[in-house]
Protein backbone atom coordinates (compact mmCIF):
# COMPACT_ATOMS: atom_id res chain seq x y z
CA UNK A 1 0.00 0.00 0.00
CA UNK A 2 1.22 3.53 -0.76
CA UNK A 3 1.66 6.13 1.88
CA UNK A 4 -1.05 8.02 0.14
CA UNK A 5 -3.93 7.37 -1.61
CA UNK A 6 -5.28 9.11 -4.46
CA UNK A 7 -9.45 8.75 -4.80
CA UNK A 8 -10.33 9.66 -7.58
CA UNK A 9 -13.14 7.60 -8.16
CA UNK A 10 -16.29 9.72 -9.10
CA UNK A 11 -18.73 7.33 -6.24
CA UNK A 12 -15.90 8.26 -4.02
CA UNK A 13 -18.57 10.66 -2.61
CA UNK A 14 -20.67 8.17 -1.46
CA UNK A 15 -18.47 6.98 1.05
CA UNK A 16 -18.24 9.72 2.71
CA UNK A 17 -14.79 10.81 1.02
CA UNK A 18 -13.50 13.16 -1.82
CA UNK A 19 -11.36 13.45 -4.21
CA UNK A 20 -8.40 15.10 -1.93
CA UNK A 21 -5.37 12.68 -1.16
CA UNK A 22 -5.56 11.37 2.22
CA UNK A 23 -2.75 9.48 3.76
CA UNK A 24 -3.16 5.58 5.22
CA UNK A 25 -3.39 7.09 8.98
CA UNK A 26 -5.93 9.64 7.73
CA UNK A 27 -7.87 6.90 6.11
CA UNK A 28 -7.79 5.19 9.31
CA UNK A 29 -8.63 7.84 11.29
CA UNK A 30 -11.78 8.84 9.56
CA UNK A 31 -12.69 5.29 9.30
CA UNK A 32 -12.31 3.91 12.46
CA UNK A 33 -12.95 6.79 14.65
CA UNK A 34 -14.20 9.82 12.88
CA UNK A 35 -17.25 8.11 11.80
CA UNK A 36 -18.24 6.91 15.09
CA UNK A 37 -20.66 10.17 15.76
CA UNK A 38 -22.08 8.98 12.69
CA UNK A 39 -22.71 5.01 13.58
CA UNK A 40 -24.48 6.50 17.07
CA UNK A 41 -27.02 8.11 14.93
CA UNK A 42 -27.74 5.10 13.23
CA UNK A 43 -27.58 2.84 15.73
CA UNK A 44 -29.95 5.47 17.58
CA UNK A 45 -32.50 5.32 14.40
CA UNK A 46 -32.26 1.15 14.11
CA UNK A 47 -32.85 0.61 18.16
CA UNK A 48 -33.52 3.52 20.43
CA UNK A 49 -37.50 3.83 20.28
CA UNK A 50 -38.35 -0.13 19.55
CA UNK A 51 -35.47 -0.47 22.89
CA UNK A 52 -37.19 2.20 24.76
CA UNK A 53 -40.73 1.23 24.32
CA UNK A 54 -39.63 -2.44 25.86
CA UNK A 55 -38.20 -0.92 28.70
CA UNK A 56 -40.90 1.59 29.76
CA UNK A 57 -43.37 -1.61 29.52
CA UNK A 58 -40.77 -3.29 32.20
CA UNK A 59 -41.77 -2.00 35.84
CA UNK A 60 -38.54 -1.40 37.28
CA UNK A 61 -36.62 1.01 38.95
CA UNK A 62 -35.47 4.00 37.22
CA UNK A 63 -31.63 2.97 37.07
CA UNK A 64 -32.67 -0.82 36.54
CA UNK A 65 -34.16 0.89 33.04
CA UNK A 66 -31.01 2.78 32.28
CA UNK A 67 -28.80 0.00 33.04
CA UNK A 68 -31.15 -1.72 30.75
CA UNK A 69 -30.88 0.47 27.92
CA UNK A 70 -26.88 0.09 28.52
CA UNK A 71 -26.80 -3.41 28.41
CA UNK A 72 -29.06 -3.95 25.21
CA UNK A 73 -27.34 -1.57 23.16
CA UNK A 74 -24.05 -3.07 24.16
CA UNK A 75 -24.47 -6.46 23.79
CA UNK A 76 -26.51 -5.28 20.13
CA UNK A 77 -23.26 -3.46 19.21
CA UNK A 78 -20.94 -6.44 19.98
CA UNK A 79 -23.48 -8.95 18.69
CA UNK A 80 -23.05 -6.34 15.30
CA UNK A 81 -19.85 -6.36 15.02
CA UNK A 82 -19.59 -10.48 15.21
CA UNK A 83 -21.85 -10.59 12.84
CA UNK A 84 -20.32 -8.33 10.35
CA UNK A 85 -16.82 -9.93 10.12
CA UNK A 86 -16.18 -13.88 8.49
CA UNK A 87 -15.73 -15.95 10.86
CA UNK A 88 -12.69 -16.38 11.71
CA UNK A 89 -11.68 -12.81 11.64
CA UNK A 90 -14.67 -11.88 14.17
CA UNK A 91 -12.88 -14.94 16.49
CA UNK A 92 -10.04 -12.86 16.07
CA UNK A 93 -11.48 -9.63 16.50
CA UNK A 94 -13.72 -11.09 19.74
CA UNK A 95 -9.95 -12.37 21.24
CA UNK A 96 -8.19 -8.73 20.51
CA UNK A 97 -11.28 -6.96 22.12
CA UNK A 98 -11.61 -8.91 25.35
CA UNK A 99 -7.54 -8.07 25.68
CA UNK A 100 -8.87 -4.89 25.13
CA UNK A 101 -11.15 -4.77 27.65
CA UNK A 102 -9.11 -6.78 30.36
CA UNK A 103 -6.47 -4.48 30.07
CA UNK A 104 -8.65 -0.97 30.16
CA UNK A 105 -10.50 -2.84 33.16
CA UNK A 106 -6.68 -3.25 34.58
CA UNK A 107 -5.66 0.22 33.73
CA UNK A 108 -9.07 1.68 36.08
CA UNK A 109 -8.38 -0.71 38.77
CA UNK A 110 -4.52 0.21 39.02
CA UNK A 111 -4.70 3.81 37.92
CA UNK A 112 -2.41 3.16 35.43
CA UNK A 113 -1.91 3.14 31.75
CA UNK A 114 -0.21 -0.12 30.68
CA UNK A 115 -0.13 1.15 27.11
CA UNK A 116 1.96 4.67 27.77
CA UNK A 117 3.76 2.31 30.83
CA UNK A 118 5.08 0.04 27.78
CA UNK A 119 5.47 2.55 25.11
CA UNK A 120 7.80 4.27 27.73
CA UNK A 121 9.74 0.73 28.38
CA UNK A 122 10.44 0.39 24.72
CA UNK A 123 11.40 4.17 24.50
CA UNK A 124 14.02 3.65 27.15
CA UNK A 125 15.89 1.35 24.87
CA UNK A 126 18.51 2.53 23.18
CA UNK A 127 19.59 2.69 19.17
CA UNK A 128 23.43 3.29 20.46
CA UNK A 129 23.00 0.46 22.12
CA UNK A 130 23.15 -2.04 19.13
CA UNK A 131 25.30 -2.70 16.12
CA UNK A 132 22.56 -1.51 13.26
CA UNK A 133 18.86 -1.11 12.63
CA UNK A 134 18.23 -4.72 12.27
CA UNK A 135 19.73 -5.53 15.54
CA UNK A 136 17.86 -2.39 17.26
CA UNK A 137 14.62 -3.46 15.55
CA UNK A 138 14.81 -7.27 16.74
CA UNK A 139 15.35 -6.07 20.18
CA UNK A 140 12.32 -3.67 20.33
CA UNK A 141 10.46 -6.42 18.78
CA UNK A 142 11.76 -9.31 21.51
CA UNK A 143 11.14 -6.84 24.27
CA UNK A 144 7.99 -5.44 22.87
CA UNK A 145 6.77 -9.02 23.48
CA UNK A 146 8.14 -9.82 27.03
CA UNK A 147 7.34 -6.51 28.84
CA UNK A 148 4.03 -8.12 29.45
CA UNK A 149 5.56 -10.68 31.34
CA UNK A 150 8.10 -8.75 33.64
CA UNK A 151 6.43 -8.07 37.08
CA UNK A 152 5.73 -4.07 37.50
CA UNK A 153 5.55 -2.18 40.83
CA UNK A 154 2.35 0.08 39.50
CA UNK A 155 1.17 -3.58 39.20
CA UNK A 156 1.43 -4.72 43.02
CA UNK A 157 4.28 -6.88 41.39
CA UNK A 158 2.10 -8.53 39.00
CA UNK A 159 2.99 -8.85 34.93
CA UNK A 160 0.90 -7.20 32.99
CA UNK A 161 -0.48 -10.26 31.49
CA UNK A 162 -1.07 -12.34 34.97
CA UNK A 163 -3.33 -8.50 36.02
CA UNK A 164 -5.25 -9.01 32.77
CA UNK A 165 -6.10 -12.58 33.24
CA UNK A 166 -7.07 -12.19 36.40
CA UNK A 167 -9.50 -9.11 35.33
CA UNK A 168 -10.70 -11.12 32.84
CA UNK A 169 -11.51 -14.38 34.55
CA UNK A 170 -14.01 -11.92 37.33
CA UNK A 171 -16.03 -11.74 33.99
CA UNK A 172 -15.31 -15.41 32.81
CA UNK A 173 -13.85 -14.00 29.50
CA UNK A 174 -10.81 -16.64 29.83
CA UNK A 175 -12.04 -19.03 28.48
Request: glycine letters at 4%; proline letters at 5%; hydrophobic letters at 40%.
Amino acid sequence: MTDRINLDDPNADLFGMNDEEISDEEMLQKQLYDKNPNRVAALGDLWYDTMLAEIEKMDIPEEAKRKMIFSMTANGVLDMISDSAPEDVGLEISYCFDMYLGASLTNKKYKVDLFKEHLHALLEINRDDFPDDEAYGMAIEEFEEQWWDIPQPLLDKRTPNDAIIETLSKYGLTE
